[in-house]
């Protein structure tokens, strides 16, 4: 049975495996000696294991495969806009292992031949694709890629919101700006009307 995502943690295959936990502790606790703390004081003393359990959850997508996530698919009955939007998403930067968080919106036209798929599965891809070290954009365009795949949708659009840590907490400090990217498919791609009538309910102005 292929891993699993389930409330973040891998399911169907085993979580130690998931990442090399005590080489992670070993690292940490190395990264703690450098900024010049004690490692073995009271409170620091079960950190780096701590930290260790933490990546196995946030870096789970890495074992998962996609194509696994979308389980259910139907006969489409339907053969306009699908649209889930607000999703949680909550990633790390791969540049500076660093949250970056927000919502994504997926969108699709099923195809003539294509099929539809179970609302959650959508929000579940953007968990798997999440849980790995990521820039926005990519994990835009692998959300929309993933389902033009599986789906044979005529058109995907996902659009991402993410506010970055690492403009926040460090660097040039910048707190509260957003961080849009989208990944267009497909129709979307070909018929403006199409793209801008998604582009307003995904913005909330329709
Ligand atoms: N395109 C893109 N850039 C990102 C993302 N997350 C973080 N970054 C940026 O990655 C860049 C890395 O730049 P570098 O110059 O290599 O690293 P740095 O010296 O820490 O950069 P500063 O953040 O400007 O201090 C920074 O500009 C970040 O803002 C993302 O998802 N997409
Ligand atoms: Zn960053």
Redesign the pocket.
Known sequence: MAARLVNGRLAGGPIEAAVDLPRIEKAVREILIAVGEDPDRDGLALTPARVARAYAELFAGLRVDPASVITTSFEAEHDELILVRDIEVISL?E??LLP?RGSAHVGYIPGGHGRITGLSKLARLVEVFARRP????RLTSQVADLLLAQLEPRGVIVVLECE?M??AMR??QKAGSKTITSAVRGIFNSDAKSRSEAMSLILGSA
């Open positions: 930067c540049h500076h970056f990521q820039v926005q954009e970055h690492c403009m660097g040039i």
